[in-house]
């Protein structure tokens, strides 16, 4: 068995329309739900304005390995807060600003970001160290989505209109 952690994931941004099928399988297969206590995500959950939460326990690595792929795939933002696994790795935080590469940021378990000695001197400035802290305190924009619309009812399917 995988070494595992708690973690929660907020997507946001733009999403396209088409997406949101592969979204929700991926979230599903990672386990994720709308809260801790295990209420499930669908469609009706995504709502235009807001961000999407999920979170689960005992996640492989701590992450959401489908949904975090499918996102990246897609330019979908997001940031994932993982817990610590004891002896194998800390709590960390990825951000994925929808463009570029993931960056990674290592946390304490509150979740305060923490910057290493070394990685201050790598950085140089106290400007370049805002900067590494502003980018680790991303939060996803509020979703819209794009190519259709964004109406769900109350069964929580998706008005192609």
């Known amino acids: 068995m995988a070494d595992r952690a708690s973690a929660s994931i907020l997507i946001g941004g733009v999403i396209p329309h088409s997406c949101i099928p592969g979204l929700f399988e991926a979230i599903d297969r990672d386990g994720g739900r709308a809260d801790w206590e295990g209420e499930t995500l669908d469609p009706a959950s995504l709502r235009p304005g807001e961000t999407l939460a ?34 194998v790795f800390g709590p960390e935080r990825e951000v994925f600003t929808g463009t570029g590469t993931p960056a990674q940021f290592d946390m304490t378990e509150n979740e305060e970001i923490v910057l290493a000695r070394s990685m201050i001197r790598a950085l ?38």
């Open 54 to 87: 999920a979170f689960a326990y005992a996640q492989p690595g701590g992450m959401f390995e489908w949904t975090e792929q499918f996102c990246e795939g897609h330019g979908i933002a997001f940031v994932r807060n993982s817990g610590s696994c004891s002896g």
């Open 124 to 161: 140089g400035t106290l400007e370049a160290i805002e900067v590494w802290f502003e980018s680790a305190e991303f939060r996803p924009p509020p979703i819209t989505i794009a190519g259709g619309t964004a109406d769900t009812g109350e069964n929580g399917e998706t008005d192609n209109g």
